[in-house]
């Protein structure tokens, strides 16, 4: 089965940017998602396919893709996206569902 | 606008089956998308549970895969949960969502309810 590995925490000054990643052999035949998760609430789509937002994400959010890491690309972090970051993809052997293991990113 | 709620016990005794139902609304569950349970201990990462999809073709993931069942009611566009014996390892806040795969790479999950706390404990 593939393995999403993520950073565990990430940290950036406010109105810098930053670059959450996700490394995994799944990645070269499936595109990673993205999910921002805040304290006490449900996990929100944010970065879908190569580099496609969901209709409300703010446009300092963008997608990039290099061989089998993926990254999700905050230009200007504000400090609302402080958050916990999930990547997620498809098993490469199979149907099933895989996820990395969350960076907790801090805007200071 | 699809809107995901999940129900049921909050506490389920240790070696009993935890049971959740998600009711969607906004959209039917005969639609071609994998309606999947989602778990997450508290202050961990995600675990994918499974999916159904077409009403009945189910996918689960091999660790759980031995205690799950997931079923579809289309009558009431909902669908279910069952994790049997379970333990204090199952301690969770389950979600129910939906997920799309479109067959050439792409996948994403959305929306999600908002998500249970089911605690196992005697």
């Known amino acids: 089965s593939s393995e999403l590995t993520q950073d565990p925490a990430v940290s950036v000054a406010l109105g810098q940017t930053v670059r959450v990643t996700c490394q995994g052999d799944?990645?070269?035949?499936?595109?990673a998602t993205w999910y921002q998760q805040k304290p006490g609430q449900a996990p929100v789509l944010v970065m879908f396919g190569r580099n496609t937002r969901p209709s409300g994400i703010p446009d300092r959010f963008s997608g990039s893709i290099s061989g089998d890491t993926a990254s999700l690309i905050i230009s200007g972090a504000q400090a609302e996206d402080e958050a916990d970051y999930y990547c997620h993809s498809r098993d490469i052997t199979s149907t099933h569902l895989v996820f990395g293991g969350g960076t907790k990113l801090t805007v200071l | 606008q699809v809107q995901l709620q999940e129900s049921g016990p909050g506490l389920v005794r240790p070696s009993q089956t935890l049971s959740l139902t998600c009711t969607v609304s906004g959209g039917s569950i005969s639609s071609a998308y994998y309606w999947t349970w989602i778990r997450q201990v508290p202050g961990k990462g995600l675990e994918w549970i499974g999916y159904?999809?077409?009403?009945?073709?189910?996918y689960y993931n091999p660790s759980l895969k031995s205690r799950l069942i997931i079923s579809a009611d289309t009558s009431k566009n909902q669908f279910s949960l069952k994790l049997s014996s379970v333990t204090a390892a199952d301690t969770a806040v389950y979600y129910c969502?939906?997920?799309?795969?479109?067959?050439?790479?792409?996948?994403?999950?959305?929306?999600w309810g908002q998500g249970t706390l089911v605690t196992v404990s005697s």
């Open positions: 159904i999809f077409s009403s009945a073709t189910t």
């Open positions: 799944g990645l070269r035949a499936f595109f």
């Open positions: 969502a939906r997920h799309y795969y479109d067959g050439s790479g792409i996948n994403w999950i959305d929306p």
